[in-house]
């Protein structure tokens, strides 16, 4: 699969620091490389996201295509598809990054059914 290549899953920091001192994290599923058409076709299979594009900078000699999707709700739905094909390594990653979102969520006030 693809993304067990090329993709990544990160807890993503989200504004400012809070008055505690902690920042809030959401969830972030994104997959990257120079050649455009298996990006574009990822992402159609997928359904939702967005893509992205940079242009060459410094030690990149070649355009950069790229595909993400934001928000627990969204990576979650992303990944139940893609689950089936990644590395145990791959499924620990996203489970981190849910317990990350998790953890910068838990405040006062906050449930933790989020």
């Known amino acids: ?6 993709g990544t899953v990160c807890a993503a920091q989200k504004g400012k620091r809070r ?7 959401y969830p972030m599923l994104a997959i990257a490389m120079t050649d455009e058409d298996p990006i574009r ?3 159609a299979f997928l359904k939702g996201g967005s893509y992205f594009f940079k242009k060459p900078t ?4 070649k355009p950069q295509y790229g595909w993400r999707v934001y928000g ?3 990576v979650e739905r992303v990944f139940s598809v893609i689950r089936p ?3 145990p390594r791959r499924i620990q ?3 981190d990054t849910i317990a990350a979102y998790r953890a910068s969520r838990r405040r006062p006030g906050y449930s933790d059914n989020l």
């Not at 699969?1 to 090329?6: A, P, Q, S, T, V």
């Open 93 to 95: 990653q996203f489970e």
């Open 85 to 87: 094909w990644l590395s």
């Open 41 to 43: 076709r990822f992402g």
């Open 72 to 74: 627990r709700v969204e």
């Open 58 to 61: 410094g030690n990149m000699r």
């Open 19 to 25: 008055q505690d001192g902690t920042f809030l994290y």
């Open 1 to 6: 699969m693809l993304f067990e290549g090329e």
